[in-house]
Nanobody, 117 residues
C-alpha cells in the first residue's frame, strides 16, 4: 500500500537547524507534486513548501529564506532543510503528495519538531 514516512524531527534550540526526510513507497510519485505541511496545537494546518516533479518550488512567505525543499525523484524521497528555527516553528510536520491538480491525497503520520522558548 501507499505509504509516506517522515523522519528527522526532534528538539532543537532557537537558531538551530533540522533536516526532515520523507520516503514514499507503494507507488511512484516521480511525476507528481510533493510537499510539506505543519500543524501546531490550536492552529490551522499550514502549507510550508512544495515541489513539482519538474522542479518548481513553493515556500510559505513566513518561512521563505529559512527553509529549502529538495527532492530525490528516483528514490521517491523529499527533504526539508530548516534553518534559524524559532519557537513558533514548533509543530507536527507532515509529508504529503498529490496525483492531480486538486488537494493532496496522500500523507504521512508526521514528525514532531520542537523549538523551546
Amino acid at each position: 500500500q501507499v505509504q509516506l514516512v517522515e523522519s528527522g524531527g526532534g528538539s532543537v534550540q532557537a537558531g538551530g537547524s533540522l533536516r526532515l526526510s520523507c520516503a514514499a513507497s507503494g507507488r511512484t510519485f516521480s511525476r507528481n507534486t510533493m510537499g510539506w505541511f505543519r500543524q501546531a496545537p490550536g492552529k490551522e494546518r499550514e502549507s510550508v513548501a512544495a515541489m513539482s516533479w519538474t522542479g518548481t518550488t513553493y515556500y510559505a512567505s513566513s518561512l521563505k529564506g529559512r527553509i529549502t525543499i529538495s527532492r530525490d525523484i528516483a528514490g521517491n524521497t523529499v527533504y526539508l532543510l530548516m534553518n534559524s528555527l524559532k519557537p513558533q516553528d514548533t509543530a507536527v510536520y507532515y509529508c504529503e503528495a498529490k496525483t492531480g491538480n486538486g488537494d493532496y491525497n496522500y500523507w504521512g503520520q508526521g514528525t514532531q519538531v520542537t523549538v523551546p522558548s
